[in-house]
């Protein structure tokens, strides 16, 4: 049993790859060439070069596979470029889907986002159901993940494909090398760069957790359904305390109007243009904390057994990776 796995350079890639390899699968990842593979190092892998750009290297990499798990995404929240953002989510992902399809894979299982759902104004968790549409939605990342779902959900109803997909909320844990920005929220709450916060809320869940949500999916979800692979809702003061006392050192922190943070956020996104480096805080971020963001993994811990742990279990698991990989000198 041979599975491709794209992103498995990357923080939740990574995690569905040594899942897969533990459950048995033999596991090719799908690499760009000079990407760091740090994620890679000590595993027994197949590895093929390729680009979600490159339809052919595309059409090399599904060769021979049983499986996909298409892992791979532009995550940023802010780009200088957002062309290049919807050519890899959206564009990479159709090409990618349609070359599996043409294999014959017997099963895909796309990683979508908590980002393509809409959320509750009364902060109640959102769940499949919660319905969004592309008008609504803040950011370049979230509207191209919104794109490519549509794609691949019409893909799916057309040819009948054995699809699934999975909506993984916060993943927080071990191997985030870049880091991602929720990692950067760890990090910088370590390095005490997070004096002030504003009243938001995040689902966090261990990134180990949604991997192994990605094998039930295979094992169990059903052909053209979505699950939300999630954890616990939390505010994200609450996150912010629990890192503090993970980590024995209370902060005073001061509550930040999200409106306060809107101009802020503006001068950090045109120093960026600049010195072509991510904002701490970008428009779409700030925008995006003017809702609750929590969700609901109710349909798939029902339909395939998925379990979650707390989520002070897995920003301890992150906390102990950053510092030991030398991410809070």
């Known amino acids: 049993m041979k599975s491709l796995v794209t992103g ?60 996909l798990f298409h892992v791979a995404a532009d995550y940023r929240l802010w780009v200088p470029d957002p062309q290049t953002m919807h050519e890899i989510n959206v564009t990479g992902t159709q090409a990618l889907i349609i070359a599996a399809a043409e294999a014959g894979l017997k099963r895909i299982i796309y990683t979508s986002s908590v980002a393509t759902l809409g959320l509750n104004s009364d902060g109640l968790p959102a769940d499949e159901e919660t319905s969004a549409n592309l008008a609504t939605i803040n950011g370049y990342y979230k509207r191209s993940k919104y794109q490519a779902e549509q794609i691949v959900k019409k893909l799916t109803d057309d040819h009948r494909l054995p699809l699934t997909i999975v909506n993984p909320s916060t993943p927080i844990g071990p191997g985030d090398v870049r880091p991602t920005p929720t990692g950067r929220i760890v990090v910088d709450t370590l390095m005490g760069r997070m004096p002030a916060y504003v009243n938001t809320g995040l689902n966090i869940a261990h990134v180990d957790d949604i991997a192994y949500g990605h094998l039930l999916a295979y094992q169990h979800g059903k052909p053209g359904e979505r699950y939300i692979l999630g954890g616990d809702n939390m505010m994200l003061l609450q996150i912010l305390q ?74 301890k698991d992150a906390i102990r990776w950053f510092k030991e990989n030398g991410y809070c000198k």
């Not at 899942?19 to 190092?41: D, F, I, M």
């Not at 971020?285 to 707390?310: H, W």
């Open 242 to 315: 629990t890192i503090d006392a993970i980590n024995q050192v209370p902060v005073n922190r001061i509550r930040m109007p999200v409106n306060l943070m809107l101009p802020m956020a503006w001068c950090m996104e045109k120093i960026a243009t600049f010195t072509h480096t991510e904002p701490r805080a970008t428009l779409d971020s700030v925008q995006m904390a003017k809702k609750l963001m929590f969700f609901s993994s109710a349909k798939a811990q029902r339909e395939l057994g998925y379990q979650y742990r707390p989520a002070i279990e897995a920003l």
């Open 8 to 67: 498995a350079t990357g923080f939740l890639g990574s995690a569905v790859m040594r899942c897969l390899l533990t459950a048995g699968h033999e596991v090719r990842v799908l690499v760009r060439p000079g990407s760091n593979r740090k994620n890679l190092e000590n595993f027994q892998v197949e590895i093929t070069e390729g680009d979600l750009l490159d339809h052919e290297s595309l059409k090399r990499a599904v060769s021979g596979c049983d499986n």
